[in-house]
């Protein structure tokens, strides 16, 4: 019998699983507290007996992120991580400072599924899910890697999150657990291209985390170009969708827009996204595109990138320009991985 996912279990899972087995009622807070704090393995659980700790290990295995290469951006201390996953399979973490304190970029799929053309992930394929313990575990390995605690998570790393659906809501919840990693959810942001019949399950769930919304387009013709989820859900779709979320949850939608030099920038096109998004409570995130080896994209210049935040200012809308950060480590996740991969340094281990 295959062992079961012990870190992916809440701590109600986990008491009562432990009942069944007839262990003492504080044996599951024990075990959980282990578990949200990185430990690797049973063994490291020196405040549980021998036997018991040897029970766990034939009945649970601990999901865990290895660190298969790490790069460190020498002008702004950004940690790009390439994790190994127990199946030898790999994603990317990135983790940046701020004044505030950590933010982890993390990945929720081992690639994607959406295909976007500007994405580096996408040009790698799709070859499953994430768990939850293995989202939890990204966090973990970063944490120990730098000492620290990390005070915000973003859901924008490799994969589509609401493509994923069921395990990303239990990594939420065990990641705002209190009594694992308390990290609250108003300092989670998760990004999706716009699935929208789980953006409308979402909005049921009613969690206060910041939802962002890879739009990228002022409409369909320029959406569909550079994104093959258009094909299925449409803009006035998506927004309408967030305009939903947005008055359910009291939450502000954020969207972001990566500016492509050429192709979405120009001022027609700022003055659209202005007019389509009207009555939405939104914050505009513009993005200098990653210049992604093989899409032909350049990034919009500093000019162009000011001119179309102030028509979107003064269209009643906050819209910031993102700091590039880890630009000398391709931060942009799927990049390393790809390198890595066709690199044929792939670890079948």
């Not at 870190?7 to 008491?15: H, I, P, R, Y």
């Not at 940690?79 to 304190?101: A, N, Q, T, W």
């Not at 192709?263 to 939104?282: F, Q, T, V, W, Y």
Request: aromatic share 6%; proline share 2%.
């Amino acid at each position: 019998m295959s062992k079961a996912d012990i870190k992916s279990m809440t701590l109600t899972e986990l008491s009562e699983a432990f009942a069944a087995l007839g262990l003492q009622k504080y044996r599951a807070p024990q075990v959980y507290k282990w578990l949200h704090e990185g430990a690797a393995s049973f063994d490291e659980m020196t405040n549980l007996p021998k036997d018991l700790r040897q029970g766990l290990n034939e009945k649970y295995y601990i999901a865990v992120a290895e660190t298969e290469l790490k790069t460190v951006s020498q002008k702004d201390g950004t940690v790009k991580y390439l994790f190994r996953l127990i199946d030898g399979e790999h994603v990317e973490s990135v983790l940046m400072k701020y004044h505030h304190g950590y933010s982890i970029c993390i990945s929720t799929q081992v690639g994607c599924k959406m295909g976007c053309t500007f994405c580096a992930t996408g040009k790698t394929g799709f070859a499953r899910n994430l768990t939850a313990s293995e989202m939890l575990s990204q966090i973990n390995s970063a944490e120990a890697d730098i000492g620290g605690r990390i005070s915000n998570i973003v859901m924008m790393g490799m994969g589509e999150p609401l493509d994923n659906y069921d395990n990303v809501i239990r990594f939420l919840r065990l990641a705002s657990s209190e009594e694992g990693m308390n990290i609250g959810l108003r300092h989670i942001s998760l990004s999706t291209c716009g699935i929208v019949p789980k953006i409308y399950a979402l909005m049921e769930e009613n969690l206060p985390i910041t939802l962002s919304v890879s739009l990228h387009a002022p409409n369909d013709e320029i959406r569909s170009e550079t994104m093959p989820v258009n094909g299925t859900w449409g803009i006035d779709e998506i927004l309408a969708a967030c305009k939903a979320y947005s008055e359910k949850t009291k939450r502000r939608i954020s969207f972001e827009y990566a500016m492509i030099s050429g192709r979405n920038d120009s001022d027609a096109c700022a003055h659209e996204l202005a007019k389509r998004l009207r009555g939405i409570h939104a914050h505009i995130n513009l993005i200098p595109v990653n210049d992604v080896t093989g899409t032909g994209f350049k990034k919009s210049n500093v000019e162009r990138q000011k001119r179309f935040a102030d028509i979107l200012e003064k269209a009643g809308y906050t819209a910031t320009v993102r700091r590039t950060l880890g630009s000398d480590i391709e931060a942009s996740c799927g990049q390393l991985k790809r390198k890595f991969t066709q690199g044929g340094q792939q670890n079948d281990s």
